[in-house]
């Protein structure tokens, strides 16, 4: 992510060049050139085209001292010693005009570019070897809960693998943030406190999951109320998955507390933690791609919810069309795994019918069948 | 990008888990519960849930053992003792049954998936912790030209900084190709020779840029056709940009001849080098996403000749637009900073008029106007 938009230092072409393949010339010369008297020029010995000359030049080529046209090949007959052109050119005819790619003094690449390979073709021809780019927010992952276990540990009787900080360490580096482990937490109010200050301490987010509930057991909730101020200031969300989602704020550093729940661990990151880095990145426009898709069979939602629907969208026949991943449970890995993308379903419906035209917001590329 | 399908070594959930928050209970003790006459449920002393009882549970808990079922929180009301509920539920109600995410012996992962975070998650509950990736294709970058230095030495009257490597590294790299440097050749036949020839033995495909035209200066296609049978497949292809392009095949590994443009070059890699490296990791699908908008402006095309237009596809209003990058020459890097896809121009046709509906083949995020 670019930090400072880049001007340029020099006109880029630094000089005018053959914007095609074939012969460089002086336009005048050909003023008089037409199908029934073609004009014939001679080949340049030098460097230079002189009056009456024309000098090979490629795609690319700086255009020859004395030439200001260049013919295309395709337009030209070779004669012994020369070549015969049939038309008049006018001067700057097939030529790339210096500075007519990027002017010098003109922005380049402006600031919060995320630097595709075609941007870094660009700043290297401009000759800038060194830009300043954005470094990407610190984000502290803690998970909590006297169940879970590092991954390639061996899960005990009743006990599971945490695959929280590893799946959103992973969403965090996609976006550009760095990603820091808290590790795990037992579920102990005051670890779980003394975690997080640590997190508030080393990173600009702090995201937990797990120890949170709309019902009793808000061990994590808590914990950050006693960190700091102002603590909590949205406990419950009416989406689903992720209903017991709290959003707190210690000493200025947001604090995203999301359920333990994989699914709606993912869904909460997508809804409150994906926005909120890419505006400290300075990249907030930056949205998942979308896609318009007919639903593929009828959906049944909670009124009052914001259903976050995983969908596999593809193209069938020109038709995009987004069917939901059928799995039993909601809290699944596979609903995403089989998934590239999510609906919202508002929570002013009771759900989709068949063939209701969706936004589909695009995590991987869209199928077809 | 997963080289081999993941079986399942175990059921996921290992064991059946509450699915809501909320109380386990055996759904028999519920079967004549009502709202005139409700249940009343005492909370069970230790794990195990015993015939009457009922006890706390939050999402993602294991079911307790002796309970069948679990009763949603915001059904129950709290009596002193115990919980009532108002309406019977049937066995495994709000249960995720045991590997009703992923059955053990199943396909969790296919081949060919490239690993998004949530892969990984899936993996790692699995306790998959180590799996087979497919090794990217080696690509050997060759650019020649007499006037190119290198990014970072400052050219000289005349030359021009070689941008090419820098941009075709990093497209191979976001495949997950492994690009391997060639440097930059002199136009000599001898010299691109010996550089492609080095690229044959280290890698799996080799990509030159500069060097070919469709006129007389055809140093690469000469030199890859001393280096070995067959050479040169195709000389030349109905693109623009990209008319010089060519083909070969040495030793049965492709070598592909791209134009010195550096936007030729790109769209050169794009169509022809992208859909092989991505058969080569195993991912032929992968194709950039696509999107149906309608061009904002007439667009003049040359029959004969398939266009690939730099265009930048934006959102106004739920319609989607694609506006010709009108910048004046066709090889200007501008063309593909300012634009986030492309669409491609049939060769029968001489043009787009304003407001024809084209697909856009996207490699950034569509904007917002």
């Known amino acids: 992510m670019l930090a400072d938009g880049v001007t340029a230092g020099r006109d880029l072409p630094p000089f005018p060049l053959s914007a095609v393949d074939g012969f460089a010339l002086r336009a005048r010369d050909t003023l008089e050139a037409s199908q029934l008297s073609p004009r014939t020029l001679k080949l340049a010995d030098g460097e230079r085209v002189s009056r009456g000359e024309a000098r090979r030049v490629w795609t690319g080529n700086r255009l020859p001292p004395g030439a200001d046209a260049v013919v ?30 990027v002017r010098r003094g003109e922005v380049a690449v402006g600031a919060g570019t995320r630097l595709r390979p075609h941007h870094l073709g660009l700043l290297a021809a401009l000759e800038m070897t060194h830009v300043s780019v954005s470094a990407g927010p610190r984000v502290a992952l803690l998970s909590t809960g006297d169940e879970l276990v590092e991954p390639g540990v061996k899960p005990g009787p009743g006990r599971v693998v945490d695959v929280n900080r590893l799946i959103l360490s992973r969403m965090c580096l996609e976006l550009g943030a760095e990603p820091l482990d808290l590790g795990i937490a037992k579920d102990d109010v005051e670890e779980i406190g003394a975690r997080i200050r640590e997190g508030l301490e080393k990173a600009d987010v702090v995201v937990t999951t ?36 709290a959003l707190a704020v210690v000493s200025g550093k947001p604090v995203l507390i999301l359920s333990g729940n994989p699914v ?16 400290l990145l300075g990249a907030e426009g930056e949205a998942r791609p979308t896609l318009r898709a007919r639903i593929s069979r009828r959906v049944p939602s909670a009124l009052g919810r914001r259903v976050f629907l995983r969908v596999y969208a593809f193209e069938r026949g020109g038709e995009f069309f987004a069917e939901p991943v059928r799995i039993r449970g909601a809290g699944n ?30 995590f991987d590329r869209v199928g077809r069948r």
């Open 72 to 101: 295309m090949l395709e337009h030209t007959e070779e004669k012994p010693g020369g070549i015969q052109v049939r038309a008049p050119l006018t001067p700057g005819e097939n030529v790339s005009k210096r500075g007519e790619d």
């Open 210 to 245: 797990g120890g949170t509930s709309v019902g009793r057991m808000d061990l994590v909730p808590a914990a950050v109320d006693q960190v700091g101020t102002p603590g909590v200031v949205v406990h419950g969300v009416a989406m689903r998955p992720g209903m017991p989602t």
């Open 264 to 279: 709606a661990a993912v869904v909460g990151f997508e809804v409150f933690a994906r926005p909120l880095l890419l505006r």
């Open 333 to 362: 890995l596979s609903t995403l795994t089989r998934a590239n993308g999510y609906v919202i379903i508002p929570e002013n419906l009771e759900g989709l019918e068949e063939g209701a035209v969706v936004t589909v917001h695009l």
